[in-house]
């Protein structure tokens, strides 16, 4: 159970172009859903806390208006890079808390590797 | 605010030797404290978690972790070592949020190698 799925595992677009990554809970409904970015052989950093029927909360120095976030349902939150440049090029990863569960617990998606020539 | 610290980047062990991967924590109360492993190609798993109920605890695959408060630490070991167990391994600690939940503080990461 608990599973989260990522479509695309990977995208590669031209500067200068949006795209659309979707983040869904499988089996489990999520109120809250969070999204992550790694570059290369570093850590995990927190971008934003999606809330579903809200608007998403960034974390400092993330700009909301280039990260657009939208959690439409319990099961279905989407990141659109907008206007990405290369050094938007890392890999994405989203994950689920679920509803009515610990607060503590997320359980993650397999992640996508955007690559921005 | 919570933080992390890995103190390796890479470990190296051969197969059937024991496993120790350190973690030293910062935190201003009582925190959760977790290890996650992650495969390439694959999402994140949860190993352990630790929320002050026993000091060490026991996660899949024969990791354990032990929280020790004098020492602010909660390394991972496992007895012996698999092929399967080389990855990457994530320390992580809970931080409080106004929201419901709770945001998720990794460390560095350190690279499990295991060779035969």
């Known amino acids: 159970g608990a599973v989260v799925s990522q479509h695309p595992s990977r995208v590669i677009c031209k500067s200068g172009t949006s795209v659309k990554i979707e983040c869904r809970s499988l089996?489990?409904?999520?109120?809250?859903m969070f999204w992550y970015r790694q570059f290369p052989k570093q850590s995990l950093m927190l971008m934003a806390t999606s809330n579903e029927g809200s608007k998403a909360t960034y974390e400092q120095g993330v700009e909301k208006d280039k990260f657009l976030i939208n959690h439409a349902s319990l099961t279905l939150s989407t990141l659109t890079v907008t206007s990405a440049h290369p050094e938007d090029s890392s890999f994405y990863i989203c994950s689920g808390g679920i509803t009515g569960g610990n607060t503590d617990t997320q359980y993650f998606g397999p992640g996508t590797r955007l690559t921005v020539l | 605010a919570q933080s992390v610290t890995q103190l390796d980047s890479h470990v190296s062990v051969s197969e059937g030797t024991p496993v120790l991967l350190r973690c030293n924590y910062s935190?201003?109360?009582?925190?959760?404290l977790f290890w996650y492993v992650q495969h390439p190609n694959k999402g994140l798993q949860l190993l352990l978690k630790y929320t002050s109920a026993a000091t060490l605890v026991k996660g899949i695959n024969g990791f354990e972790a032990e929280f020790k408060k004098s020492e602010t630490s909660f390394h991972l070991t496992k007895p012996s070592a698999h092929m399967s167990d080389a990855a990457e391994y994530f320390c992580?600690?809970?931080?409080?949020?106004?929201?419901?939940?709770?945001?998720?503080?990794f460390g560095t990461g350190t690279r499990l190698l295991v060779s035969p």
């Open positions: 992580v600690v809970s931080d409080l949020m106004n929201t419901g939940f709770q945001k998720l503080v």
């Open positions: 089996d489990f409904q999520a109120t809250t």
């Open positions: 935190s201003s109360y009582s925190p959760s």
